[in-house]
């Protein structure tokens, strides 16, 4: 079955660069959340969307932004990156209506120097 | 916001044993309870969800049981094996397109 596709799967930015990150979500699936992990850390919340509209927000940083286009990827853009952004970032999807179930892709390491 | 506490943080056992998680959660409102694996690296994986319609849940070796009065919900996984070795995380969020509250973690060691 297909599953979450996430790119890049690593990515070495310096400070004060910017990142974009891609997710393409289950097929059929309209909601696309991103979450960011530290090291030993659980998955924290960024933003999710549904039908292309921002659709719950989290402790996403102003520096952060993210959309989702007409054919349902997502991407998380980064700017003026900071050492403490260094993480895992996943994108999980979900089909809207009475289910909830989030399936989660392989996740982007971020490294920032 | 939710909050989700989550113990014990490590927990070996032998293997063959059984191993349980328990959470707690603080927002009266949520009604969805998944339960994730992560091996070191990867993606959490899903192995099993409860709702609040419902007490328990078993899938094979593991089950769920939830107690809404008292907030709280268990992770149960008998006859462990090595390869269940990961660390679980317990989740809490209201359903419909909601964001998921994670518990810190529970690093699983089943020795052989």
């Known amino acids: 079955a297909a599953g979450v596709i996430q790119s890049p799967r690593h990515l070495i930015k310096e400070k004060r660069e910017t990142a974009t990150l891609k997710c393409y979500p289950i097929?059929?699936?309209?909601?696309v959340y991103w979450y960011q992990q530290g090291p030993g850390q659980d998955p924290q919340f960024l933003i999710s969307?549904?039908?292309?509209?921002?659709?719950d927000k989290g402790s996403i940083p102003d520096r952060f932004s993210a959309q989702q286009f007409s054919d349902y990827h997502s991407e998380l853009n980064m700017s003026s990156l900071e050492l403490g952004d260094s993480a895992l970032y996943f994108c999980?999807?979900?089909?809207?209506?009475?289910?909830?179930?989030?399936?989660f892709g392989p996740g982007t390491r971020l490294t920032v120097t | 916001g939710e909050n989700v506490e989550q113990h014990p943080s490590t927990l070996s056992v032998q293997e063959g044993d059984s191993a349980v998680i328990k959470c707690t959660y603080s927002?009266?409102?949520?009604?969805?309870f998944p339960w994730y694996k992560q091996e070191l690296g990867k993606r959490p994986q899903l192995i099993i969800d409860?709702?609040?319609?419902?007490g328990e849940k078993k899938d094979q070796r593991i089950a769920v049981t939830l107690n809404k009065t008292a907030k709280h919900f268990s992770l149960h996984i008998t006859e462990t094996q090595p390869e269940d070795s990961a660390v679980y995380f317990c989740?809490?969020?209201?359903?419909?397109?909601?964001?998921?509250?994670f518990g810190s973690g529970t690093r699983l060691q089943v020795q052989p």
């Open positions: 989740a809490a969020s209201r359903t419909g397109r909601r964001a998921l509250t």
């Open positions: 927002d009266s409102a949520s009604n969805y």
């Open positions: 969307f549904y039908e292309k509209m921002q659709s």
């Open positions: 097929p059929r699936h309209d909601t």
């Open positions: 999980a999807s979900s089909l809207a209506g009475s289910t909830s179930e989030q399936y």
């Open positions: 409860i709702r609040s319609n419902v």
